[in-house]
């Protein structure tokens, strides 16, 4: 019998591993479906049964007609001037409804924000006429974060939150990336009783998914809802996780993860520079996610101080710029020490596929 060179015989063995290895992501995939995760259409969003003073004039959007894509252009005349000259029916803050019919829910979209303008630009360009044809009752909110120390978008959206709600109650709150603009009329910037990620396909995840219980970009849901899971949670400096940190929390919840078909959730991304991790210190945070989610979030008075430095209705928007402080000194220790309380597998079946 012929004995193989030592080095054959580990480039044959390691290949036939890693093909073993590959089959079985595959057969792994394909049984770790989303059981939380559900795609259903617009219309399941407009259920009658589910408003409690139901009349014949609420407002009925003809879905076959917002069904043609908007093509996003990169239009350098879309000024905050131009922007307002073309949408004369908004009011100062950002606020627009009906006058004809009764829409289905007040809809608070929170935008967090900080050095980006040409996006907003093109952001608000876009979403204000897609929000009056879906016939919403709507007001917009510009959450900025001040100073130039490390971004926090978590807890941006929690201040976003408390801050809409003081100005008026709202039903449904849209928590949205401000470089993200959406492609299709038909999908509609609604609650349901569960919540609902809107984007089904990004342009720079190639009209993609990212995974199954990914719920980043924007996400919509009820302000009953938002308060139960505690909000967004505040231990997130920097860039990363709080999206995943949030997804667990409606899992752990028992809420859905509802979507709108992939046709119809389409974004496109106006490119900018992200912001780094800070120390890579959101993956080690989020593998701790579940002991902390009760505690880290809108419930929290330290991890929610903030100060209000102006509120300002604007043209388009109505402004909140807000001084969030900094990340704890002890941040290195929290990240440290934080216990982790889940599983390498648990991990696996939720970024997989």
């Known amino acids: 019998m012929t004995k193989c060179p030592g080095f054959i015989c580990v480039r044959y063995f390691a290949i036939r591993i890693l093909f073993v290895i ?28 589910k408003v409690k003073d139901w009349t014949d004039n609420m407002c009925k959007p003809d879905l076959q007609k917002l069904g043609v894509h908007y093509e996003v252009v990169q239009d350098e ?9 073309a949408n004369p029916q908004v009011k100062n803050g950002g606020k627009w409804s009906p006058s004809n019919c009764k829409p289905w829910q007040k809809v608070a979209l929170i935008l967090c924000y900080r050095d980006r303008v040409w996006p907003l630009q093109l952001f608000l360009q876009r979403i204000h006429p897609m929000l009056q044809a879906q016939m919403l009752d709507y007001q917009i909110f510009l959450v900025e974060q001040s100073g130039t120390g490390l971004f926090n978008r978590g807890k941006l959206f929690n201040v976003g939150y408390l801050e809409a709600m003081k100005q008026g109650p709202f039903d449904c709150i849209v928590f949205h990336d401000v470089d993200l603009i959406p492609e299709d009329d038909r ?26 219980n990914y719920a980043g970009g924007v996400v919509a849901v009820s302000s009953h809802n938002f308060k139960r899971i505690n909000g967004f949670a505040n231990i997130y400096w920097g860039w990363g996780n709080e999206d995943d940190d949030f997804s667990s929390r409606m899992t752990a919840s028992n809420m859905l993860l509802t979507r709108p078909p992939t046709a119809i959730g389409r974004y496109h991304s106006v490119p900018h520079m992200k912001i780094s991790r800070f120390s890579k210190s959101g993956n080690s945070l989020f593998l701790g996610w579940r002991r902390r989610w009760k505690s880290d979030g809108l419930n929290d008075p330290i991890g929610m101080a903030y100060t209000v430095l102006e509120i300002k209705e604007m043209p388009l928007f109505t402004r909140v710029l807000v001084d969030v402080g ?13 216990p982790e309380d889940v599983s390498i597998w648990w991990f696996l079946t939720y970024f997989y596929p």
């Open 77 to 85: 005349a879309a000024t905050f001037e131009a922007i307002g000259a």
């Open 326 to 338: 900094g990340p704890p000194d002890n941040m290195d220790d929290i990240r440290r020490t934080h």
């Open 187 to 212: 999908n509609l910037y609604m609650c349901n009783d569960h919540a609902r990620h809107l984007v089904t396909a990004a342009d720079h995840h190639r009209f993609h998914l990212r995974y199954y």
């Open 22 to 49: 590959y089959l079985g992501l595959v057969v792994f995939a394909l049984f770790n479906r989303c059981n939380h995760c559900v795609v259903t259409p617009p219309e399941s969003l407009m259920d009658k049964s």
